[in-house]
């Protein structure tokens, strides 16, 4: 069972678990790289590519229920 934790403490923890999942992501990513030199800079490109689709979109009506900022980001920092 969680201690009780205060309200600061939730978002410090869930600030770090962000950052903890953001350096986990970035490493599958360069690892992936390194295996095919080919690629290159492929998973970067393709999350600036996601970002930008999706930042277009957001104007979209089927899409502006969306809450936009946190959407974007979790989506393109997802991208494979």
Same mark, same amino acid.
């Given at each position: 069972m969680m201690p009780d934790m205060d309200g600061y403490a939730v978002l410090s923890k869930l600030k770090e678990n962000l950052i903890v999942?953001?350096?986990s992501i970035r490493a599958r990513a360069h690892l992936?790289? +390194?295996r095919d030199t080919d690629t290159?800079? =492929?998973i970067i490109r393709t999350q600036s590519y996601v970002d930008i689709l999706a930042? =277009?979109?957001q104007t =979209?009506?089927?899409f502006n229920t969306i809450p936009v900022a946190?959407?974007?980001a979790e989506v +393109?920092?997802?991208t494979p």
């Open positions: 999942q953001n350096a992936a790289e +390194t290159g800079d =492929h930042r =277009h979109f =979209h009506p089927r946190r959407y974007i +393109t920092r997802s």
